[in-house]
């Protein structure tokens, strides 16, 4: 039985969700309907992750893009950051190819794993307004938010 045949509850419905929209707007504090704040840092994450998810912490706040549900996902994106800059130092002193024992050269894991940690890392990067095409798509409808600027 659709809904549409009782068209008070469809009133009521809309009248809720328009009320909600209203009360929303008009608080500072959320950010899509949750409250702006920052999660606690995990921590199991390592010293470089730690570094960078407070910077990340730090700027995703005060644009007013963060709330304590989003722990797992920047735990995820500051985990890839750090795999990926400890893959990056290795390659800057190593090279990207190495030698086999046989005498095969062939690509370094570490290059491997640098590329892995960084499509991990800019896929997660996307979620959290951290590309140029993805900022065109936050909406910043709170007028006490300001505008992305991360440079």
């Known amino acids: 039985m659709s809904i549409?045949?009782?068209?008070?509850?469809?009133r009521m419905e809309d009248h809720r969700r328009q009320s909600a929209a209203k009360?929303?707007?008009q608080r500072p504090d959320l950010f899509q309907g949750v409250p702006i704040e920052a999660p606690s840092c995990p921590q199991w994450?390592?010293?470089?992750?730690?570094?960078h998810w407070r910077y990340m912490v730090k700027h995703l706040k005060e644009y007013g893009l963060i709330s304590r549900l989003d722990q797992g996902s920047l735990a995820n994106l500051c985990t890839y950051y750090a795999r990926a800059?400890?893959?990056?130092?290795?390659l800057q002193e190593h090279g990207e190819f190495q030698e086999?024992?046989?005498g095969y050269v062939q690509i370094s894991p570490y290059s491997v794993a640098f590329t892995r940690y960084?499509?991990?890392?800019?896929?997660?990067?996307?979620?959290?307004?951290?590309t140029p095409m993805?900022?065109?798509g936050v909406a910043i409808d709170n007028p006490n938010q300001t505008a992305l600027d991360l440079d």
């Open 23 to 25: 009360e929303a707007s």
């Open 118 to 130: 960084s499509k991990m890392y800019n896929v997660l990067a996307k979620q959290f307004g951290m």
């Open 85 to 90: 800059k400890e893959a990056e130092e290795h």
């Open 100 to 102: 086999t024992p046989n």
């Open 134 to 136: 993805a900022r065109k």
């Open 45 to 51: 994450l390592s010293a470089e992750a730690k570094r």
């Open 4 to 10: 549409s045949k009782f068209p008070s509850v469809v």
